[in-house]
């Protein structure tokens, strides 16, 4: 299987070649020549599989150029009850993602089981082993740098720590983010993970990342890389759980059902879209936004407009702030026919007005994607946490809030809905006490996180002593 540019301007390259890589040259984002095709039948025979394998079989239709061997190696050494085993008691952990019935016809998927209990785990820990592997094979190393305002972060700390060949320095706001959020990554020991507080706001921090990678000559020489939310490999990795979430909710090959996705860089529903490419039968694909509604404006109108950072709200499902969705991009090369000329037509549009709006037959190709959007409020989240808590038992965090608002208002009668659960209600507990009047429930071995002593650099937004800072770094591992 061979990737190109959603802007068409590199030449196409393999699985391998292109996970390691963040942006294509020409500004647009790799994805699949085409989609591979998955029949009924090989559907039906994969209801018997445990996760890692039906990941092994799922990733073995993306990474052609890989050995099964190979790829089921790294999918069992991640997906396993060991890694995954951090939420609600009582939960069958051996499912990897447990799929917890509310009601009938409603359903939450549970992603957030991993180390940082937030659903990037279940990507980020296979890309550790990924580039591991690809990097002892190279025999070559990585630098990751990057930015985090919290979620994104500690993810990849915590699938990189300890890896051979490979760095992380990861930029983060001084005293900007959550007593939990900074014990998570600064508590952090080993050698290969450097977190460097910044004295400004995560834009300045973003700015700093931005920089660096513009400096063509610094990137190469000291093996600089990303593991950001366009990542291929993350996205491939993520439409495993739509499969998985598909075989236990149904018995019946034809048996469609609609997936609620709490979205922001719209990384985890993109994988949604191409499970349902590849033939797995979904009805109806839900995108729900906060206050930051971009996309939800989008799927009322066509129109695409992005925001600036005055006009970006800080809110109580903070992971789904966004001024624009990085993913966007590979759902409307689609949409344009998989035209990359269409597409760098209307990201130049983008660029210099702020927005771009569909002509009519992409519009009606957009209505019949199966995707439809629904946003939420602070106070539809609370109510939300509330009336689950009180009706269920079940307690979910404000990001799954606004996906089990949105499903609510767009789900269709008699067709399963599954809700994705994309953190666990521990991270955000000031919000989960406003709406039920406790604290939620901390997972066993996360009590003593808050004390454990702390590990940070701090420095000021400055380029050129930040580079200084990784190459120095980078000279005591070679
Ligand atoms: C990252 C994140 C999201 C948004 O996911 P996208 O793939 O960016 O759409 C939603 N909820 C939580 C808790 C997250 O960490």
């Known amino acids: 299987m061979q990737y190109v540019s959603t802007r068409g301007g590199v030449p196409a390259a393999t699985y391998s070649e292109i996970v390691l890589q963040g942006l294509a040259k020409d500004g647009g984002l790799f994805v699949p020549k085409e989609y591979p095709q998955v029949s009924r039948e090989t559907l039906e025979s994969w209801r018997g599989l445990n996760y890692a394998q039906l990941a092994t079989a799922v990733t073995s239709l993306f990474a052609k150029d890989m050995n099964r061997s190979t790829i089921a190696h790294l999918c069992e050494s ?131 990342v931005k920089a660096v990678s513009r400096d063509l000559d610094f990137k190469a020489e000291h093996h600089i890389g990303a593991v950001n939310s366009i990542n291929w490999a993350r996205i491939a990795a993520q439409v495993v759980y739509y499969f998985s979430a598909w075989l236990q909710a149904t018995e019946s090959p034809d048996e469609e059902v609609a997936f609620s996705v709490p979205s922001g860089n719209f990384g985890d529903i993109l994988a949604g879209w191409i499970a349902k490419n590849m033939g797995l039968p979904v009805k109806q694909l839900i995108v729900a936004t906060n206050e930051n509604d971009v996309l939800y404006e989008f799927f009322r109108s066509g129109r695409y407009r992005v925001r600036d950072s005055a006009h970006t709200f800080v809110t109580s499902s903070p992971s789904m702030d966004i001024s624009k969705a990085s993913n966007f991009e590979r759902y409307i090369y689609d949409i344009c026919g998989k035209n990359p000329n269409r597409v760098t037509e209307l990201w130049d549009e983008l660029g210099q007005k702020g927005e771009f709006l569909l002509d009519s037959d992409e519009w009606n190709r957009v209505k019949e994607s199966g995707f439809t959007a629904a946003r939420s409020t602070h106070a539809d989240r609370i109510r939300r946490i509330r009336e689950t808590w009180e009706k269920h038992q079940f307690l979910v965090d404000p990001h799954t809030a606004d996906g089990l608002n949105a499903a609510e208002q ?69």
């Open 410 to 478: 767009m789900r269709l009668p008699g067709v399963k809905t599954i809700c994705l659960e994309t953190a666990l209600p521990a991270k955000f507990a000031a919000t989960i006490k406003e709406a039920v009047g406790f604290e939620p429930p901390i997972p066993a071995g996360y009590e003593a996180l808050l004390s454990l002593p702390q590990r940070v650099t701090e420095m000021d937004p400055n380029v050129e002593e930040i580079k200084a800072f990784l190459s120095s770094r980078d000279r005591d591992a070679e």
């Open 78 to 208: 991640t997906y396993t009850s060991e890694v995954y085993c951090h939420g609600r008691e009582g939960t069958d952990f051996s499912k990897i993602v447990p799929l917890v019935w509310l009601e009938k016809d409603l359903a939450i998927l549970e992603l957030s089981n991993g180390p940082t209990l937030a659903f990037k785990d279940m990507a980020m820990q296979y890309l550790g082993a990924l580039f591991e592997y690809i990097l002892s094979r190279k025999e070559s190393r990585l630098n990751i740098l990057g930015a985090t305002s919290g979620d994104t972060g500690s993810a990849a700390e915590y699938a990189m720590r300890g890896r051979k060949g490979i760095q992380v320095f990861m930029l983060s706001p001084a005293g900007r983010m959550s007593a939990f959020q900074k014990a998570q990554m600064y508590s952090i020991e080993d050698k290969n993970i450097f977190n460097i507080a910044v004295r400004g706001s995560f834009d300045d921090a973003q700015d700093v």
